[in-house]
């Protein structure tokens, strides 16, 4: 299988895995052995990598160390017995600017030291990546390093190694593997196993998909490559693809982005839904009390849904949300008054897409209150004589109260009972459904619906709950509800979303519900923990 390729002195250095290095003279179409008996490596081992030094030295990676192979003919091996190379196999060599060569080890980094031409270790920050494999680095025009590590993450530092750092794209590219070349521009190309994207290295990201004229959206992670002339070829799973970076400009999407359909409180609204202007649209909603809008969205752009990438903002949020491979945006605890959700394709001004949001306030509230006056009025005569009987009945009454209670528990399941092993049975099988499906995070599970799940009947859970677990359903899966959010804040990624977007995905149908039952649950509030654990997610 070849793995690497480069021209040298004419002719074609071809690197095979586990069977060595070739030579191909382009003129005679001849292939031949790279040094015939100089090392064994170059007959049977793994040639990852090669690159051309600013001397004209040639350097070869492989399963067995590093070789330089000079102008003059002389090789010069390197392995961890006789250098600062890190053991293992070598996968890469990438020169800077400086001169300064960054050996990409399976355990680690080392560099050459062009000045007194020794291999280098142990001169890297502690906080540099330095101890784990890097797989790809590139520097840009104004000097500045990146580097593909660990799980395809990205890293940049200065060729002085004193300002570095993790970087993170405006869109996420996690579990994708990745490749990256910069172009003559000075943009950042990211090539991924699951799409294609061009990046500036700041806040301009730029996704491409089929309708770029894309045959796939997977690419290999070897085998990318910027001709002489700055055109780029890219290895994908339908074939060779080329860009020119001439005729690369500012995306013009041929496609809009539209809301197809609105449901509020779990209620499909589409009906309030209106069109205002070629990018703009508004809701009037007469809900009382909290409002959780899900608004639906499409590109129209006959592509894959899972290729899709949206980002919104709601009202004066800081900065833009990201939806990957989904068309749902939910707008939760709206209050009365306007509110205004921005979509757009990612960095793409001249796609934005604005919808008014407008929620009457909830009247019904000012009838209540006078209800209620009149009702603390009337009822202000009675409270008095039975706080009275109450203190005079508290002692008598404590035996009794608790003898009444056991009589209603005894009435409810008199002709109900379960064996402590059915019941025990059943809670592993209520226990297999929390774990493999989630059935928490669905904020309308019933108690019923949860039987079905199970394949029970809901006096049996309820039975189970209340006699064997002394709970009850609702503080059973609210738990469950908890504790999935303390999972989802501790995720790196979790920032970009608030509390209450957090909320609503762990199954809790309204912030005052979460909030409530968190603080009862955990004795603090659930901006308190998050603060705790050194997270600022917004309210």
């Known amino acids: 299988m070849v793995v690497s390729s480069i021209r040298y002195d004419g002719k074609y250095l071809i690197g095979t895995y586990g069977g060595g290095l070739y030579v191909f003279d382009p003129e005679r179409l001849t292939l031949s052995d790279f040094e015939p008996g100089y090392d064994d490596t170059f007959k049977n081992g793994h040639i990852f990598d090669f690159e051309i030094d600013r001397d004209g030295d040639l350097w070869i990676c492989t399963s067995n160390g590093l070789f330089r192979h000079e102008r003059d003919g002389n090789n010069v091996y390197y392995n961890r017995l006789n250098s600062k190379l890190p053991e293992g196999n070598i996968f890469g060599i990438f020169f800077d600017s400086t001169g300064r060569g960054w050996i990409c080890g399976e355990k680690g980094l080392c560099l050459w030291d062009a000045e007194s031409r020794q291999l280098v270790g142990d001169i890297l920050p502690d906080k540099f990546i330095h101890n784990t494999r890097v797989r790809r680095i590139c520097e840009t025009g104004d000097g500045r390093l990146l580097f593909i590590y660990d799980q395809n993450k990205l890293f940049g530092s200065d060729t002085e190694i004193k300002n570095f750092g993790t970087l993170t794209t405006p869109v996420p590219l996690d579990n994708k593997d990745m490749d990256m070349l910069i172009d003559k521009e000075g943009w950042i190309w990211l090539i991924t196993t699951n799409g294609l994207y061009r990046w500036d290295g700041n806040k301009v990201f730029y996704s491409y998909n089929f309708n770029d004229g894309l045959l796939s959206q997977t690419f290999f992670h070897s085998g990318s490559d910027m001709a002489d002339d700055g055109r780029l070829w890219l290895c994908s799973s339908q074939g060779l693809v080329t860009v020119d970076i001439d005729n690369v400009t500012e995306r013009q999407r041929p496609y809009r982005i539209a809301i197809t359909d609105a449901s509020v409180n779990g209620i499909d609204s589409f009906g309030q839904l209106d069109r ?228 609503a995905k762990c199954g809790f149908s309204s912030r005052a519900s979460f909030f409530r039952y968190f603080k009862r649950a955990t004795s603090i509030s659930p901006s308190e923990y998050v603060k705790s654990i050194g997270k600022n997610n917004r309210e």
Not at 426 to 454: F, Q
């Open 276 to 503: 205002t202007g070629d990018n703009s649209y508004e809701m009037r909603l007469d809900n009382g009390g909290e409002v959780n809008l899900a608004v639906k969205v499409s590109g129209f752009n006959y592509s894959h849904p899972g290729d899709e990438v949206f980002q919104y903002k709601l009202d004066n949020a800081k900065t833009w949300s990201v939806v990957e491979g989904q068309h749902s945006i939910l707008c939760t605890d709206l209050g009365s008054g306007h509110h205004t959700l921005v979509l757009r394709y990612p960095n793409e001004e001249k796609s934005e897409v604005t919808l008014d949001i407008f929620v009457a306030r909830d009247n019904s509230a000012w009838l209540w209150v006078i209800v209620i006056a009149l009702s603390i009025f009337g009822a202000a005569a009675v409270i008095r004589v039975k706080l009275k009987h109450r203190k005079e009945r508290k002692d008598n009454d404590a035996g009794s109260d608790a003898q009444a209670d056991n009589v209603q528990v005894e009435r409810k399941y008199r002709n109900f009972n379960m064996s402590d092993d059915e019941c025990r049975q059943l809670l592993k099988n209520v226990e297999e459904i929390m774990r493999k499906s989630k059935a928490y995070t669905d904020p309308d599970l019933k108690l019923a619906g949860l039987a079905s799940l199970v394949n029970t009947t809901p006096p049996a859970l309820s039975y189970m709950f209340n006699q064997y677990l002394n709970t009850n359903y609702y503080d059973y899966i609210n738990n469950y509800r908890i504790e999935e959010f303390k999972r989802l804040v501790s995720e790196p990624e979790s920032e970009k979303y608030t509390l209450s977007a957090l909320a």
